[in-house]
Structure formats: C-alpha cells, structure tokens
C-alpha cells in the first residue's frame, strides 16, 4: 500500500464491517486517511445473504462497486407474499426492471461474504486506507485536538493517533459504551434461523428467482437467491421469549420443523432441506444521535440497531457514510460540527426506520382475525403498493 500524502487528516475506524467498509471508502475519496481497526483476525460474514435496497445498492454504485456487486448479485425476478397456512398468494411485485425504472438503481439479493469482498477489495486498492486486522478497540482518550485510541491484539496492545474516531462495531458496540451508553441492546421477542442452500436442493416449486415471503402465526418465512443464482438464502424468524444463550448460534432443525408444523407442504419442505442452520436473536436498541461530542461519533448498527423487518440495517450504515462523507466535505476545516451536522441529518430517518421495522415484525406474525385482516388487506392492496409504500426509504439520496 503507497504512503498517504502529508496533509490528510488521519480517521480512526473501529470495526470493518459493511458499515465501517463503506465509510472508509467514502472518506478517503473526501481528502482522509483512514485506520480501520477490526476485531476479527481475518475478514468473515456472519449469516448468508442480505438484501441491498435500491438507497444503498445507487452509494455502491457511485463508489464503482456496481460491476463487482453486479456479477454476484442476484436482481430477483419479483417477490411473492403467501399465507403460510394455506399457501395462498396474497401480493407479488416485480423487483428486476420495474425497480431500477422507479428508483434509478437495482434491489440485488447478494450473499455477505460477496459484498464483503468488493468492500475489502476496494479498501485494499485505496492507498489512503489502512486496515490492521485482530485489533479490538478498548480505549479512546483525548489527544490535543484529536484522539488516541487503544487497540487489543493477540499479547500486543497498540495505540492509534488521528483527528477523530467513528464507532462501527455493530450491534454489541464497545465504543458506544466508551462514548458513554452502556444500556445494552434490548431483546426484540423473535428468533432468526439462517441457512442456505445449493440450489440443487430447493424444494420443488419454489423459485430460485424470485423473493419470497410467507407469513404465519408466530413466525414468518423469507427466502431469496444469492452468489449469481448458485444458492437459496432462508431465513425462519420464530417468537421466542427469552433470548438464546450467547445470542447466536446452531440451531436444533428439528425444533424448527415441528415450529412449522401445520403450514403449507412447500414451507415445510423449505424449512426441512437445509441440514445446518444458525441462531439470532434479534434486537434493537435506540438511536444514538443526539448525545454526540467533539471528534467522536458512531455510524450503523453501533449508532441505530434495528430488526431486519425491513431488510434496512446494513443498508442504513451504507446511507450513514455516504451522508457522514457528504457532511464532512461540507466542512473540511470542522470535523466535530460535520459530525454534528451528519448526526443531526440522521436522527430522524433511522428512528422512522427502525419504527417500520418493529411494526412489520408484530404485522408478519400476526394470528387469527388479526392476521386475516392482515392477509386480506395485502390482497386488496396488491404487491406493487406494498413496495411504493416504501418509495421513502428506497429513494433516498444523500
Ligand atoms: C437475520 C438478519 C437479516 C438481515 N438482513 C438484512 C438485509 O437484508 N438488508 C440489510 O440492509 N440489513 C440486514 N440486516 C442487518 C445488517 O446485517 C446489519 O445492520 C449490518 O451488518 C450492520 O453493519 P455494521 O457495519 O454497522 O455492523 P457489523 O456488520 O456488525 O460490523 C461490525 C464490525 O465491527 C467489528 N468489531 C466489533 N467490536 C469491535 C471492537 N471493539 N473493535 C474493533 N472492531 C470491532 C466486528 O468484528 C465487525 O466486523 C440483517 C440482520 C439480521 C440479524
């Protein structure tokens, strides 16, 4: 990697994930040099796919990702919503051409450890970023005008100098806590169990392009295509009181096939092919803007964790970087009030988010009349409204 031209302000990063990825990008294009810090001794994704909404598949798109992503994403055909008890269709939309026509930009279904290595790819040819890998974030100090963060590594300890640091250590975030919240994420009441599948070994009749969703009482189904159409991403979201131990783990594929027992026979067989799946418990947590100070601030689930309801959490830490990066070089001689102004510009789109997010987990797991008259009002109101109700967040630009 080339030496960084004097002049440029060095940004200290903590955590690489998609949130921390992205802003590092961003920010080396606005005139920064970045450390990345990153727990993890060596990059790997945690669960199978994810959804990239058109708000942020158009950032990657802008940063040049958008012919690496492409080639192994999936646009989906369409999505269809079906009643998990009795199969019954009750909305579908088309997600390929119908979606890049309304909102400029592709709603791509991509597996994470690919959206992860176009990041990592693009970092590693920045030569104004750095990433030193197996470094856990412990302490930030003061340090003159900027800040000296403290960095944990296997028998090594490290300290790091720069302007400013940006917390993007996820959902259990340490320097949320250093920045002076330590109230832990809250349980939200549900569940998800991942798996993917070759997809040699989907059940008959399912489609291998397009999204789908059925919902039931008590749990819901979501299943789409990722790495280029090669494999089926599912993802079984079930009520559950209590939290799991450790919060993630393996799950019991057996407990989850009697969960589903009673559905419809092509979610069962969904539910019976994979032979391994992965535990989550979901929560979330309030935002964090508002409580902002000098050169520090937090961007993605660190700052705003939410249910994945509506497939926005990574994509809510890609917007935050391309508005941190757009705040910034409004200011480039005051970085405290960029980070003022990007907190401030955030606030209330990520709380409305995280609001919808929380209404359709109560909405997919409704029962009885409730979920009758949730079914019905889908059917009347049709999978094209179901998506421009969204036209909000999917249009987003920073
Ligand atoms: C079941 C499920 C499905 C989802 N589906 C979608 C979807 O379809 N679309 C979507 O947009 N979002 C989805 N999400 C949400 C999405 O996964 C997250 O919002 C996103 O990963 C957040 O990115 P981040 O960079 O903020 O945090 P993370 O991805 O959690 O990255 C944090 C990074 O920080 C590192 N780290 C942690 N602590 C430290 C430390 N002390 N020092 C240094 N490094 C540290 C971690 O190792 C990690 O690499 C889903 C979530 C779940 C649970």
Do not use: C
Not at 57 to 72: F, M, T
């Amino acid at each position: 990697m080339a030496t960084a031209p004097a002049g440029r302000r060095t940004v200290i990063i903590a955590g690489a994930g998609i949130g921390g990825l992205t802003a590092a990008l961003l920010l080396s294009r606005g005139g920064f040099r970045v450390q990345l810090l990153e727990r993890a001794a060596v990059f790997e994704a945690i669960g199978a796919g994810i959804q990239i909404t058109p708000n942020a598949s158009r950032i990657l798109v802008d940063l040049g990702l958008g012919k690496a992503l492409a080639e192994v994403a999936v646009t989906p055909e369409g999505m269809d919503v079906r009643a998990g008890g009795n199969g019954r269709l009750l909305a579908s939309a088309d997600l390929g051409a119908a979606i890049a026509a309304r909102y400029g930009a592709p709603w791509w279904m991509v597996h994470r450890a690919d959206l992860q290595a176009a990041l990592v790819a693009a970092v590693h040819d920045d030569p104004h970023v750095t990433v030193a890998m197996g470094r856990t974030v412990e302490t930030v100090a003061r340090d003159g005008d900027g800040v000296a963060v403290t960095a944990v590594g296997v028998g090594e300890r490290s300290t790091h100098r720069g302007a400013a640091l940006i917390g993007t250590d996820g959902l259990w975030s340490a320097t949320r806590e250093l920045f002076g919240d330590g109230k832990p994420p809250a349980y939200g009441g549900r569940t998800a169990w991942r798996a993917l599948l070759p997809r040699s070994a989907v059940p008959e009749g399912i489609s291998d392009r397009r999204l789908g969703l059925w919902l039931g009482p008590g749990a819901h189904l979501v299943h789409y295509p990722v790495r280029a159409g090669a494999a089926l991403n599912l993802v079984a979201v079930v009520s559950d009181p209590e939290p799991r131990t450790g919060w993630s783990g393996t799950g019991d594929r057996l407990a989850l096939i009697a969960r589903f027992r009673g559905w419809t026979s092509q979610a069962q067989a969904l539910v019976a092919a994979p032979q391994a799946w992965t535990t989550w418990s979901l929560a979330d947590r309030a935002p964090w803007f508002g409580q902002g100070q000098g050169p520090l601030t937090l961007l993605g689930d660190a700052a705003h964790p939410m249910l994945p309801f509506l497939a926005q959490g990574g994509a809510m830490a890609i917007e935050d970087a391309a508005v941190l990066a757009k705040a910034l070089a409004a200011r480039p001689d005051d970085l405290d009030g960029g980070f003022r102004a990007y907190e401030q510009a955030r606030a209330r789109r990520v709380a409305a988010v995280q609001r919808g997010a929380r209404a359709n987990g109560r909405i997919y797991h409704l029962e009885g009349p409730m979920g009758w008259a949730r079914d019905t009002a889908m059917r009347v109101l049709g999978g094209r409204q179901l998506v421009a109700g969204y036209d909000w967040i999917y249009r987003f630009r920073a």
